[in-house]
């Protein structure tokens, strides 16, 4: 619906036709609360609708109303243009503004397109605000076509207008006081605009200036940067690769300490650092410093070399600490350069060597000269016992001295091995003196006992040197040797003398018909057992298991040899039982003298086993003498070759091819019991008679007695056979035989055994 006045906006355009305004956009105002009122004012809004819906209806009907209708489009469409001219020339001109606005605003709002429910709302609220001033018959006026209708629509849209405006207004007085705030924040901004403006241009003039000022700052920084590295890398090159004037003054004129060192060791680590500089492009540099190095260096180590060997060469001068201790720093530092260590300590030994050697030569022998000087100190040279022990003394002394200074020279804690081998080199050239003055005298001298102390010496000073010296000492492998020297005289001097008795016609006249031992055996074991005694050894000597094995078969199996020989080879002992006699004499004797001596205990027990066997072989010669008295030896041997007697078995049925032998008849048989008759009587006397010259009466009873037993024991089997197969039988009983011989109670013991 318009509400435009038509009759005041009937204007045409230039052009001869009519300017209708073109629908506008909605109006942004908010007048949201004044058109939701704009319906309420309208009381009969609603009926008014309804008529002219019913009206439409009814046009058909009356042809007046439609009538009106074309006039009314007509108004509006002249209306229409008189608006759209209106704006074309307020668009030209300075025309009312306000007005224009309003009614664009105005237009747009109510030929703005909404839907149904909205219009009714819009209508609704319109009937709300102006009921009051709205009747039926103003109502009517409004929907008139014509100019009624037109003025009355036209105050309505005054009535709007005006409401429209003082909603407006006092809209904007709301906003007047932030509007007036905002001018001045406007004004504050502006300003702080400028000031940005300005300060932004000092700023960027500041920055210009900075930015060549830091500029300069960073590259004077890193010329510094590199200025220091450069002094770092000189200080550090002088530090590492140079020495100052005072260090260099040190090594070339100052005196050897513990600075000296110091300097050196830095010296040579300075040498060791130019292989860097060698492996730069140009090693020239390296080269010079190494060359300059080395020069201070070899004159530094023959400095040190000078000072060794001229405090080795005078070793008084050690007394004081001070001086010790630079010369142990020196052969330390030396000890690295083995060449010049070498050198130094081959150098030592030898003038210490020569020193010790002259000292002893002058000891041991007398000048030509006649000097007071020259007087040995060994004045004992007649007691070789004294004048060796004298003389190991000596060396023992020189040994213990030679220690103690190298131990205090070269620092035994640091190198054992090394002092052994230096002490070694320096006693070396006295191993050879000393050996052959010992065995000079160990040569010179026969006597066992004077031998034996000798090696006693010897062997205590083994002892001795072993605690101060290793194994590979040549001192000590001397006396090794000296003892060895002194054991083989021991020993060539016992073979000598058993050689030299075993071809001593003297020797072999000494047995003599008492048939007791030779004299020489019993001076042959008065000269070795007492050695041989006062020995705590394992083994005589201390030889080896072999050696000593050897050493007591040659003072106890060769001198029995020795005797054997000599009565093999004498005429005068013709008879058995004299030699068996001799020879049992002869052990007995042995073994009288080593059963005392524990080292001879194997031997005592091999001498008493060869004394059994003698005794065995005595007591059956005598038992073969009673039988051939008794004429009872050829039956004993034909009883043996039949079945040899055993006191465990007896069968007497064994025995009977004995009847087939020619001797086995009563008339023999008798003969022989006539000559047993005769003979046993005085059997016993004779026996001990003959056995009187045995030096042991317990052996002597031991072979009467087991002889005598034997004949018993063979004279009851015997006389059992002759009855058995002859029913003949001897006059005498066995025991009256056993009384006879003196076995009555032994053979009562062990008859009933025989007779089972």
């Not at 906003?175 to 605009?193: A, D, M, R």
């Not at 241009?201 to 960073?218: A, C, G, M, P, T």
């Not at 000891?363 to 007649?382: C, D, L, T, W, Y």
């Not at 058995?576 to 002869?586: H, M, S, T, V, W």
Request: net charge negative; with cysteine.
């Amino acid at each position: 619906m318009d509400f435009i006045d038509f009759d005041s906006y009937q204007e045409t355009s230039a052009e001869g036709g009519t300017n209708l305004p073109s629908p506008q956009p909605a109006l942004s105002l908010p007048i949201t609360t004044n058109i939701e009122n704009l319906g309420k004012r309208f009381s009969n809004f609603n009926n008014l609708t309804r008529n002219l819906l019913k009206r439409d209806e009814t046009s058909t009907k009356d042809t007046n109303y439609s009538k009106e209708i074309k006039i009314a489009e007509k108004y509006a469409k002249l209306s229409l243009n008189i608006i759209d001219k209106e704006e074309t020339v307020l668009n030209e001109s300075t025309g009312p503004i306000k007005h224009n606005s309003l009614s664009n605003r105005l237009s747009r709002v109510l030929n703005n397109q909404m839907n149904d429910s909205f219009i009714k709302e819009v209508f609704i609220n319109l009937e709300d605000k102006y009921s009051d001033n709205l009747t039926s018959n103003n109502i009517k006026e409004l929907i008139e076509p014509g100019v009624n209708g037109s003025i009355s629509r036209k105050k309505l849209r005054g009535l709007i207008e005006n409401e429209l405006i003082k909603n407006q207004s006092s809209v904007l007085k709301e906003y007047s006081p932030t509007i007036k705030q905002l001018k001045v924040l406007q004004e504050k901004l502006v300003k702080l605009n400028e000031l940005n403006n300005s300060t932004n241009e000092k700023i960027d003039k500041n920055y210009q200036l900075s930015s060549h000022f830091n500029s300069r700052i960073v590259d004077l920084n890193k010329e510094k940067k590199s200025i220091m590295l450069k002094k770092n890398l000189l200080i550090n090159f002088k530090a590492k690769f140079t020495l100052d004037e005072y260090e260099e003054f040190v090594l070339s004129s100052g005196e050897i300490n513990d600075e000296y060192f110091k300097v050196l060791q830095k010296a040579e680590l300075i040498n060791e650092n130019c292989s860097i500089l060698l492996s730069i492009d140009n090693p020239q540099l390296g080269l010079k410093i190494m060359s300059k190095i080395n020069q201070i260096i070899n004159k530094s180590i023959d400095k040190i070399v000078n000072f060794t060997n001229k405090s080795l060469g005078n070793l008084y001068s050690l007394n004081s600490k001070t001086k010790l201790t630079i010369l142990q720093k020196c052969l330390k530092y030396l000890k690295n350069k083995m060449n010049y260590y070498n050198s130094i300590v081959a150098n030592f030994t030898e003038s210490r060597s020569k020193v010790l050697l002259d000292d002893f030569l002058n000891e041991i022998q007398v000048s030509s000269s006649g000097s007071k000087n020259s007087r040995p100190i060994f004045i004992s040279a007649h007691d070789p016992i004294r004048f060796i022990g004298d003389l190991l003394a000596y060396i023992h002394s020189i040994v213990v001295n030679e220690i103690e200074t190298i131990s205090n020279i070269f620092l035994t804690d640091d190198n054992i091995s090394k002092n052994n081998e230096i002490l070694n080199k320096i006693l070396k050239p006295l191993s050879k003196p000393i050996k052959s003055k010992i065995d000079e005298i160990i040569s010179l001298n026969t006597k066992l006992s004077t031998l034996y102390s000798i090696y006693n010496l010897v062997e205590l000073y083994t002892v001795m040197f072993s605690k101060q010296l290793s194994p590979e000492n040549d001192i000590l492998q001397t006396i090794h040797l000296l003892v060895k020297s002194s054991q083989d005289k021991i020993i060539t001097i016992i073979n000598n003398n058993l050689a030299t008795i075993k071809s001593s016609n003297q020797a072999q006249l000494d047995l003599s018909i008492d048939l007791q031992p030779p004299e020489w055996i019993i001076d042959f074991y008065s000269d070795i057992l007492p050695i041989i005694d006062q020995l705590n050894s394992d083994t005589i000597l201390n030889l080896s298991t072999s050696d000593h094995e050897k050493f007591t078969s040659m003072i106890v199996n060769q001198p029995i040899d020795v005797f054997y020989h000599h009565i093999s080879n004498n005429k005068l002992f013709t008879d058995k039982r004299d030699q068996l006699i001799l020879k049992q004499n002869f052990l007995d004797l042995i073994l009288s003298k080593i059963i005392p001596i524990n080292l001879l205990s194997d031997k005592v027990l091999e001498i008493n086993e060869l004394n059994n066997n003698l005794v065995n072989e005595i007591t059956s010669y005598q038992l073969d003498t009673l039988l051939k008295e008794t004429q009872l030896y050829d039956y004993f041997n034909i009883i043996n070759m039949i079945c040899p007697f055993t006191d465990d078995f007896f069968d007497i049925s064994i025995y009977e091819p004995i009847k087939e032998n020619k001797l086995f008849s009563r008339d023999i048989i008798s003969e022989v019991n006539l000559v047993i008759q005769d003979v046993l009587p005085n059997a016993l006397i004779d026996m001990q008679q003959s056995m009187m010259k045995l030096n042991s009466p317990l052996i002597v009873n031991d072979i009467v007695m087991n002889s005598s037993f034997e004949y018993v024991k063979f004279y009851y089997k015997f006389n059992t056979i002759i009855w058995e197969y002859l029913k003949e039988e001897f006059s005498w009983s066995d025991i009256e035989v056993a009384t006879l011989l003196g076995v009555e109670d032994e053979y009562v013991e062990i008859r009933s055994s025989l007779m089972e």
